[in-house]
Nanobody
Framework: QVQLVESGGGLVQPGGSLSLSCAAS????????MGWYRQAPGKERELVAA???????NYADSVKGRFAISRDNAKNTVYLQMNSLKPEDTAVYYC??????????????WGQGTQVTVSS
């Protein structure tokens, strides 16, 4: 079991920056992949960025060059630095952790979500 707690959402003007944090209840070294997803009203949840245990990263095309995901294993925390924010980035952002058991079974864990609103 993993509990994930997000923080750092809020209201920001277009072009501004915001940093999200996701604190895990266990060592993130034991979690295969950590990621950030978002869901805007009326839209499906989509992957924003993900980071593996080896720190390999993956980004949605819409955020490449603007967002950066990172991890601090000592703090069991994953971050999402969001720069040059656009109104279309407005959504609830969810932290996700994926654990794959030695038998190949996949376990998905989610945080409660944090609202990010980009508006003037």
């Amino acid at each position: 079991q993993v509990q994930l707690v997000e923080s750092g959402g809020g209201l920001v003007q277009p072009g501004g920056s915001l940093s999200l944090s996701c604190a895990a209840s266990r060592s993130i070294d034991s979690i295969n992949t950590m990621g950030w997803y978002r869901q805007a009203p009326g839209k499906e949840r989509e992957l924003v960025a993900a980071i593996g245990r080896g720190s390999s990263t993956n980004y949605a095309d819409s955020v490449k060059g603007r967002f950066a995901i990172s991890r601090d294993n000592a703090k069991n925390t994953v971050y999402l630095q969001m720069n040059s924010l656009k109104p279309e980035d407005t959504a609830v952002y969810y932290c996700n952790g994926v654990i794959i058991s030695p038998f190949g079974r996949k376990y998905d864990y989610w945080g409660q979500g944090t609202q990010v609103t980009v508006s003037s």
